[in-house]
C-alpha cells in the first residue's frame, strides 16, 4: 500500500507532520493514495521534546462514534471544531511536561465504530533531551522563604488554581491558531532553572515577555476566564480555559479587565502589563498548561489549528 498523501496546511511550515494508519505508514510524498485500510491520525508537533505540545487530527467519518488518544498516561478525547460537519475530522491535545524523560514512548488512538468495532493505532515516538537555561535572580527575602504567616496562604492559592485547571472542558472554545499576548520581544526563558537568592532552586515553567508597564495584555485564544486574581507569588493573574485540557496563564499584571466565568475573545484585553507577585521588574510571564503538562508557550503558537 503506498502511503497516504500528506496534506498542505498554509502558514505551517516549522511543525512536523506524520500520517498513521493500521499498518502504521508515515506519509512521506503528496502523491495520491487509495484510502487507509484503518483508522488514519495525523500528529503535528514543533519538534518531540520536554516541553512542547502535539496536536492529534482524526480523519473521521460517520461510522465512528468515539475516540481517545493516550500519551505517557494522559487519555484525550478527540473532538470535531464547532460547527464542523457530522463524520468529519476531530482533534486532541496533548502534552509533553517540561520534565518528560527523553526515550521512547508509545501513543495509542482508540475508534470505537457504529456497533461497537474496535479499532486502534499504535506508533512509537521518541522524546528527544532539551537543553533549558539556568539563571540567578534576587527577589524580597519574603518571597524566597516566605514567612509562615503567608504560607497558609500561598498553599490556598495553588490549591484555587490546581482547582480551576483540573476540569476539562469537552468542547475546544479556540478561536483560530493562537497569538501572542503582546508584541514585544520574550526572553525565551521556558524551562529555566533558577537560583533565587543562592539557596533556593526553581524551575520557570512559562515564558516572560518584556512589555513596557501598563501596556494592554491580550487573550492568546478565545475561551472562559476560570481565574482572575491578586496570587501573592503570581501577582494579578488571569488564566483562560480554551477547552480540550489547554489553559493559558497570564502573571504579574498591574491592573485585571476581565473576571472569572466571563468568556472571552482572542486578542481582547484581559489585563495590563506590570511586576506584581515575585517580579524583578515589569513583564507578563505567561504560560500554558495541556491536560496538566507545563508546554512552551511560543510552541502553541505553531499548531496548525
Known amino acids: 500500500m503506498r502511503p497516504a498523501a500528506r496534506p498542505a496546511l498554509r502558514g505551517w511550515t516549522p511543525a512536523l507532520l506524520l500520517v498513521l494508519a493500521a499498518a502504521g505508514l508515515m506519509a512521506q510524498d503528496r502523491t495520491p493514495a ?28 460517520r461510522s465512528v462514534r468515539s475516540a481517545t488518544v493516550t500519551l505517557l498516561g494522559n487519555t484525550a478525547e478527540l473532538r470535531p471544531a464547532p460547527g464542523a460537519p457530522a463524520g468529519g475530522r476531530v482533534f486532541a491535545f496533548l502534552g509533553l511536561d517540561v520534565l518528560a524523560k527523553p526515550g521512547p514512548c508509545v501513543l495509542v ?44 496562604r500561598i498553599k490556598r492559592e495553588a490549591e484555587l488554581v490546581a482547582l480551576a485547571t483540573s476540569v476539562v472542558s469537552p468542547a475546544w472554545l479556540g478561536d483560530g491558531p493562537f497569538a501572542v499576548p503582546n508584541e514585544a520581544p520574550s ?3 521556558f524551562g529555566q532553572r533558577r537560583l533565587n537568592n543562592n539557596v533556593l532552586a ?32 503570581g501577582g494579578k493573574t488571569v488564566i483562560i480555559d480554551h477547552g480540550l485540557g489547554v489553559f493559558s496563564s497570564y502573571g504579574h499584571m498591574s491592573e485585571l479587565k476581565v473576571k472569572r466565568g466571563e468568556t472571552v475573545a482572542k486578542g481582547q484585553t484581559i489585563g495590563l502589563c506590570g511586576t506584581t507577585g515575585r517580579s524583578t521588574g515589569p513583564h507578563l510571564h505567561w504560560s500554558v498548561k495541556v491536560l496538566g503538562a507545563r508546554v512552551d508557550p511560543e510552541a502553541m503558537l505553531k499548531l496548525p489549528l
Open 34 to 61: 487509495a484510502p487507509a485500510a484503518g483508522p488514519v491520525v495525523r500528529l503535528a508537533y514543533r519538534s518531540l521534546q520536554p516541553g512542547e505540545p502535539i496536536l492529534v487530527f482524526l480523519e473521521a467519518d
Open 109 to 152: 488512538v482508540k475508534v470505537v465504530r457504529a456497533g461497537g468495532a474496535l479499532e486502534t493505532v499504535r506508533r512509537e515516538l521518541l522524546i528527544v533531551d532539551r537543553a533549558f537555561p539556568s539563571t540567578k535572580l534576587t527577589f524580597d527575602p519574603n518571597y524566597v522563604t516566605p514567612p509562615p504567616a503567608l504560607q497558609a
Open 187 to 189: 526572553w525565551s526563558n
Open 202 to 233: 526553581s524551575l520557570h515553567t512559562g515564558l516572560d515577555i518584556r512589555a513596557p508597564f501598563g501596556r494592554p495584555i491580550g487573550a492568546a485564544n478565545a475561551g472562559r476566564v476560570v481565574l482572575a486574581s491578586d496570587l501573592y507569588l
